[in-house]
Structures are given as C-alpha cells and as structure tokens.
DNA sequence: GCGACAG
DNA sequence: ATCTTGTCGC
C-alpha cells in the first residue's frame, strides 16, 4: 500500500479501480470467527490507533488482538474515509495470529456514494468476506424500523437497496448494515443479530473500540 | 442559496 | 472522531 493517493482526485481514481473487484456471493454459512475493526484518534495531536479484534462467534470470546499507532493516511472526506484508516487497519490485520473468516467494519460498505465504502474497500484489499456496521446513514432512505429486535428496513439509495437499517435492541436506535465484499446482505444482518445479544453495536465493533482507546492511553 | 455529509 | 453534564437504571 505504498502509492497512497494524496488528492481528492486520486482516491476517486483508485475507488473507481477497486470497485470493479468486489464480489457478491452469499459468504460463510456459518463462520466460527469473526474480527472486528476499529480506529481511536487522538485528541491533540494528529495520533491513532488502529484494533482488529477476532472474536469466536459460538460464545463471543476474543481469541486475538491487533493494535497498532499511526497517523491518519488521508484528511477526513465523506465518501473517501477509507483512505484515512486503511493502512493502519491493514497493519494491524497483518499482526494477527488468529486468521478471521469475516471482517466487520465501522462504517459502511456499498451503502456509499460510489458503491465502495470502507467495508468494500478492506475486503477487495484482503479477498476477506467484509461487512459494516455504520452508527449513522452516508447515503439512502428507509422507511420506518420495526420495534422489535431483528427487525429490518431496506436502505435503498438512487433506486437501488444498498443495505439494511437493522434493529438490534428493541428500543434502541437501529444499526445501518451494508454488503461489502463476498457475503450477502442476509448473512450479515443475522451476524450482526448474533454479535448483538445485548448492545446496539455488535460485540466486535465494541471490543475493537476498547483495544484502540486503551492503546491511545 | 441552503442542507447533507461513514469516522 | 472528540468535546461535554446530568441523569436514569442495574
């Protein structure tokens, strides 16, 4: 990941390539582990840290972790996010002991302006089934989510279902679910469900998010 | 011209 | 992302 793109411009041109390589499929019937990825930023200085966290998917154990310091690789841009996190993210997958079977990202895949979010983007550079788990819509609508948990909405954007608004508690404001490479919308709402037993965020998205924060400190 | 805009 | 107070609930 040396030629990193350093405008606007070039990382468009570098989306527009990779989008090309991702592929649809449904993906793992039933993976026994799973890795969640995260980033913290420092508060005064420009620092990072980025955590992969590989979790057993039978009772939600961690079974490795990777964290690792960095600078941000590119100025934050809606719809060009990836670029930020990326290298660090990659650098920490390398450090793994663990192999995961499905990545699980912070943000969104082909719920992106383009069609090619973070998840989208990791998962072409890793040839790993990857979904996201966004906190808060990029792109699309939706009608209203069930109350209830597991209870689901289309995120449809220019005519098109880019994802899924996923409700993982009951009461609790629902999770935006997005295809990103190798595993279908369907499979990555129940492993969300699964991840999900208790919070709104997966337990993966959650212990990635502690491992980076305590790094940071 | 005025909003919207992953983390 | 991070800052930021109180508040409700287990």
């Known amino acids: 990941m040396q030629p990193w793109p350093g405008t606007e411009e070039e990382a468009l041109a570098v989306q527009d390539s990779l989008r090309s390589r991702v592929v649809h499929s449904a993906g793992p019937e039933a993976p026994t582990t799973v890795a969640g990825l995260d980033v913290a930023y420092a508060e005064g200085d420009d620092r990072l840290a980025a955590a992969v966290v590989v979790l ?25 996010f990836a670029f930020r996190e990326v290298p660090a993210l990659l650098e920490a997958l390398g450090r793994l002991t663990v192999p995961p079977e499905v990545l699980i990202c912070d943000g969104h895949g082909l719920a992106h302006p383009r069609r090619f979010g973070l998840a989208a983007h990791l ?5 790993l ?5 966004g906190k808060t819509r990029l792109v699309g609508h939706w009608d209203p989510v069930g109350e209830q ?16 608004v996923l409700r993982t508690q ?27 037993p208790r919070f709104r965020l997966p337990e993966t998205t959650r212990a990635a998010d502690r491992a980076c924060r305590d790094l940071l400190r």
């Open 56 to 80: 057993r998917v039978a009772d939600l154990t961690v079974v490795d972790t990777a964290v690792v310091r960095g600078r941000p690789a590119f100025p934050y841009v809606p719809g060009l």
């Open 123 to 127: 998962g072409v550079l890793t040839d």
């Open 129 to 133: 089934p990857a979904f996201g788990v």
């Open 149 to 164: 948990r597991g209870a689901r909405s289309p995120l449809v954007d220019a005519g098109e279902t880019v994802g899924a």
């Open 170 to 196: 009951a009461g609790v404001k629902p999770v935006f679910v997005s295809v990103g490479h190798r595993i279908g919308l369907d499979r990555a709402c129940a492993l969300t469900l699964a991840l999900a």
